[in-house]
């Protein structure tokens, strides 16, 4: 689990994370939502360390990162698992030595032994037939794929997702959103996921954070967002004309 | 930048893999350039010293003599290291600028790798290399500078006794000196501007470009301090 408390961030003068507090647990799909700017990146980049935090604390399964010094941070970072929005995959190198890329660097595991572990992965996301193939050769979809299975090589604790199925056809989304979903499970794993796509917040929302402008307006599940009476997140949820209409029927 | 890119550094076997493809990427690749022009320019330096030195009482060695000290001097470390940072220097920051705007390094750093000690290290000591590259550019400059005069039809042994003549050792240390600090200077700086480049697709031809600019200015600038304490 993953506990953050009063996190404020902000770049210049311009403050983009404003008190945020939450949980994000164990086994459950996480999602972190909100329109275009709302803050959702920096806070996932934050919790991934990429950001230093200007307050608060950041709490892995009760390991407070302001405590840490930095060979525990490299620890905690080869717990955590992350699928960037455009996938991020090397692209010298092919889809089998992307997935092995982590073992490689990490691991002191013989060559065969690597071999078998990344192969096991990409069985998993159903990619068995273009081990061989670089990403320029593959689909968007595939690419995503790929990414999960190198997030995920490690057996990470925590995995954290950007927009996992932006810029894929409503359909591959579904694939990619239910794949995360599984793979949470299967491996209870601690999963963050930032998104602005109300078909995952319906599909896979266990515990669902809104956020506008910096600042946490409500939390809960993928049920409770639809009948939530918070009007910005109403705003958000019916925003499209369509589902508006599908609400009223 | 540079401390950072010798410390926490990868595996032994990884570092080694990714040396040896910079070697071959970064000075390998750039041999077919650089015999074109220094062979051609060899040649076009020697014409041009010998229309200067048309007197009968000027002796036909210092054809030679005077394309040798241009050539080891100033072209084959300077000139080409111009070319360089064009050549070598755009693949860098287009290469690690482009690996910045896809996210590419955001992945090193969330697996808890140095992505300085990933990227930018094995360039370093890659450039080490640098100096065989200007060593086979004087040798084709002058052997260019050979070509051309038996051509114009100056003698070649005049010209081969020029190049022996009053030959100084130093001359051809301290373009090494030069050399290995502008290797320094090819992979680091357009590291730095690729490294930290921020924005997308476009931002990379910037940055490219930025850095041939600054890689070339920094070029000059550091010739012409080394230039002045060694030779004056």
């Known amino acids: 689990m993953i506990e953050i408390k009063n996190i404020f961030k902000s770049f210049g003068s311009s403050e983009v994370l404003i008190d945020i507090s939450a949980k994000f647990e164990r086994g459950k799909t996480n999602l972190i939502i909100g329109q275009s700017g709302s803050g959702k990146t920096v806070l996932l980049k934050c919790l991934l360390g990429l950001y230093v935090t200007d307050n608060g604390e950041l709490i892995y399964d009760n390991i407070y990162s302001s405590r840490m010094n930095d060979e525990e941070k490299i620890n905690i970072k080869k717990e955590m698992g992350m699928v960037f929005q455009g996938s991020a995959l090397f692209d010298s190198m092919t889809v089998l030595e992307n997935v092995r890329f982590p ?13 078998e572990i990344a192969l096991k992965f990409i069985d998993r996301v159903n990619l068995n037939d273009a081990i061989n193939k670089l990403p320029s050769e593959i689909s968007g979809g595939m690419q995503k794929r790929v990414g999960i299975a190198r997030a995920i090589v490690l057996n990470p604790k925590y995995l954290f997702c950007d927009e996992p199925n932006s810029g894929l056809d409503p359909k591959t989304a579904i694939v990619i959103d ?72 | 930048m540079v401390k950072s890119s010798f410390i926490k550094p990868c595996k032994k076997n990884i570092l080694y893999k990714l040396i040896f493809k910079e070697i071959n990427d970064l000075v390998l690749d750039s041999i077919p350039i650089v015999s074109i022009l220094s062979f051609f320019i060899g040649g076009v330096v020697s014409i041009q010293m010998a229309l200067n030195l048309e007197s009968p009482l000027l002796s036909k060695t210092l054809i030679g003599f005077a394309t040798r000290q241009s050539v080891i001097l100033e072209f084959a470390p300077t000139f080409i290291s111009i ?3 064009g050549k070598v220097g755009s693949y860098i920051t287009s290469s690690i ?20 000690n990933y990227l930018v290290f094995p360039k370093i000591i890659a450039m080490l290399m640098y100096p065989f590259i200007i060593t086979f550019s004087m040798f084709l400059g002058l052997l260019g500078g050979l070509l051309a005069m038996t ?63 600054w890689t070339s200015i920094i070029i000059i600038i550091v010739n012409y301090i080394i230039t002045q304490l060694l030779l004056s």
Do not use: C
């Open chain 1, 103 to 115: 073992l490689d660097m990490l691991t002191k595991y013989s060559e065969r032994e690597k071999n």
């Open chain 1, 178 to 249: 239910n794949l995360i979903q599984e793979i949470t499970k299967e491996y209870n794993i601690t999963t963050v996921i930032n998104s602005h796509d109300m078909n995952s917040v319906i599909e896979i929302g266990e515990n669902i954070i809104f956020l506008k402008k910096g600042i946490k307006l409500w939390q809960g599940n993928n049920k409770e967002i639809l009948n939530s009476k918070n009007k910005e997140v109403e705003d958000f949820v019916y925003s499209s004309e369509l589902v508006k209409k599908l609400r009223k029927n």
């Open chain 2, 83 to 85: 070319i360089m940072a």
């Open chain 2, 97 to 116: 600028g482009t690996m910045r705007v896809t996210e590419q390094i955001d992945a090193l750093e969330v697996m808890g790798i140095n992505s300085l």
């Open chain 2, 151 to 213: 051509l114009t039809g100056v003698p070649s042994e005049a010209y081969i006794q020029g190049i022996q003549m009053d030959f100084d050792i130093f001359h051809v240390t301290y373009s090494y000196i030069k050399t290995l600090v502008f290797s320094f200077i090819l992979a680091t700086v357009p590291a730095f501007h690729g490294f930290y480049m921020k924005g997308g697709a476009l931002d990379v031809g910037k940055a490219s470009t930025q850095s041939f600019y």
